[in-house]
């Protein structure tokens, strides 16, 4: 059964530092393109990044420089560092799996986490 369980969410306060964990289980996703996204209160979903099978990461523009997507194969877990938090951060954040390769337009996500909140304060 594919899980995904994100952890590691709180409270910081802007400039801040924090790092998401999502842990799988299920499927290996070194063999996938995994992504973050994140929601806003009362906004929509957007992607933050992924990365793909070979390791090539991608980030939206607000957040690159800031943020860095990394796995740990032997932990078959995600992460998500994020530095110099700002408030517009503030969201809930989810860790997906695509179905291809993270450049393939066909990709969608099949499986996703539950959430874990980040709060950023000024």
């Known amino acids: 059964q594919v899980q995904l369980v994100e952890s590691g969410g709180g409270s910081v306060q802007t400039g801040g530092s924090l790092t998401l964990s999502c842990a799988a289980s299920?499927?290996?996703?070194?063999?996938?393109?995994m992504g973050w996204f994140r929601q806003a209160p009362g906004g929509e979903r957007e992607g933050v990044g992924n990365i793909d099978s070979d390791g090539t990461t991608t980030y939206t523009d607000s957040v690159k420089g800031r943020f860095t997507i990394s796995r740990d194969n032997a932990q078959n877990t995600l992460y998500l560092q994020m530095n110099n938090l700002e408030p517009e951060d503030t969201a809930t954040y989810y860790c997906?799996?695509?179905?291809?390769?993270?450049?393939?337009?066909?990709?969608?996500?099949?499986?996703w986490g539950q959430g874990t909140l980040v709060t950023v304060s000024s």
């Open positions: 299920g499927f290996t996703i070194s063999a996938s393109c």
């Open positions: 997906a799996r695509f179905t291809d390769r993270c450049a393939d337009p066909r990709s969608g996500m099949d499986a």
